[in-house]
């Protein structure tokens, strides 16, 4: 029996080493190209089978099981932020302008731990797919992954993500048995008014006045359109218009983004702001442009993985420190693209308080290096259960 705790607490100094140097070193969507050199490298040094250039920056690591077992597949992201870092760290970004904000660096840390355990010790049962995703950020690098043929050159009979949770304790992790993080769509729509002085609006459409109609009605939706027992979110995020005091424009852009875990929840704020916005600047004497894209769907946990997975986060961390009663995120993940073509299990892990804006995203968040035992112990157990060992 190997004595787990020990194995990653020995290995525990080069994780650190690594995740400093991939925090150094972040890289945007798709130009992941000094990560990937990076894992390429250490897995072969594993002894894993090594296949880079997935999706452009993505690399996958194969470790075969024994005998016809199952294959699991096991994912991280790799990508970082366009944002300036503010923390002071020693190992502070090298890379002006690009930040991991949101801890892909201790994600990438943690599955290069399990691979290097998993090849040390031997996989059991499962064939190990460790999935490094470029581009989750925004560009939807899992759904690239998924295009490339992920599952067909690599088949797994499940898949599993992980992310980072400022706010849950570090040695703590939260599960969910169905929905975890909302479905993200973004829109726009370009009001035409007729521009006019602005003391004498009369002679004009004030696209202005109409925009704030608009706000307000699409506001109704998640309030009276949407049941009362679904979560839905629409956030107007940006409204342009305008140049001085006494002339009211032509045009006003308005944009936003909008969240949900159901499809049919999804398709109704569709459809109704569009029809809103229709009708309301008809009624005015304007047109609208209105134009909507669905972005990321919602990440749901199927029921038996989710079971698995808190088997293995219970191992991990132990009971009381395993979450199942959370609220899920309005949030939005791409790995909800592996999701639609497997079963599988997204858990969080425990990053520490939020004090002093160490929010993801913020300039000021910093992957916390005491999670990466709890991370790396959770995906080993992981494997372990999968492969029936
Ligand atoms: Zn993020
Ligand atoms: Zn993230």
Redesign the pocket.
């Known amino acids: 029996m190997i004595d787990l705790p020990a194995r990653i607490a020995a290995i525990l100094p080069d994780l650190t080493a690594w995740r400093h140097t991939l925090h150094a070193h972040p890289e945007l969507a798709y130009e992941e190209h000094r990560t990937a050199a990076f894992v390429a490298e250490r897995l072969r040094g594993f002894g894993l089978e090594v296949h880079t250039g997935i999706a452009g920056t993505g690399v996958v690591g194969v470790l075969k099981g024994t005998g016809n077992g199952p294959a699991i597949g096991l994912r991280c992201d790799m990508d970082a932020?366009p944002i300036t870092e503010a923390t002071g760290l020693p190992y502070a970004s090298t890379h002006a302008g690009r930040m991991h904000a949101?801890g892909h660096d201790g994600h990438t840390t943690m599955l290069l731990g399990a691979a290097r355990i998993l090849a040390e010790t031997g996989p059991g049962g499962a064939t190990c797919v460790f999935i490094f995703q470029p581009a989750?950020?925004n560009e939807g690098g899992a759904r690239t992954m998924v295009a490339d043929g992920l599952f067909d050159t690599f088949p797994v009979d499940a898949v599993y993500g992980m992310h980072n949770w400022p706010g849950l304790p570090v040695g703590h992790m939260a599960v969910h048995g169905g929905p975890v993080m909302a479905a993200f769509d973004t829109f726009e729509a370009i009001v035409e008014g007729k521009g006019s002085h602005g003391a004498m609006p009369h002679q004009g459409i004030d696209p202005i006045a109409i925009s704030a109609q608009l706000v307000n009605a699409w506001q109704t939706i998640v309030s009276r359109a949407v049941s009362p027992t679904e979560a839905a979110v629409v956030s107007v995020t940006q409204i342009h218009a305008g140049d001085t005091w006494n002339v009211i424009p032509d045009q006003v852009v308005l944009r936003g983004t909008t969240r949900c875990f159901l499809p049919a929840v999804r398709d109704l704020i569709e459809a109704q702001m569009a029809t809103r916005a229709d009708l309301i600047c008809r009624a005015f004497g304007a047109t609208c442009r209105f134009s909507y894209t669905r972005r990321y769907p919602a990440t749901l946990n199927t029921p038996a993985e989710a079971e698995t997975a808190k088997a293995a986060a219970v191992a991990a961390v132990g009971t009381e420190a395993v979450a199942t009663d959370l609220a899920p995120s309005m949030g939005a993940e791409d790995f909800a693209f592996m999701l639609e073509q497997r079963p599988g299990a997204y858990v969080w892990l425990g990053n520490g308080p939020v004090e002093d804006g160490r929010h993801?995203?913020s300039a000021r968040y910093d992957f916390n290096d005491a999670a990466l035992p709890h991370g790396v112990r959770y995906l080993v157990e992981l494997a372990r259960r999968a492969g029936g060992s």
């Open positions: 932020l949101c989750e950020e993801l995203h």
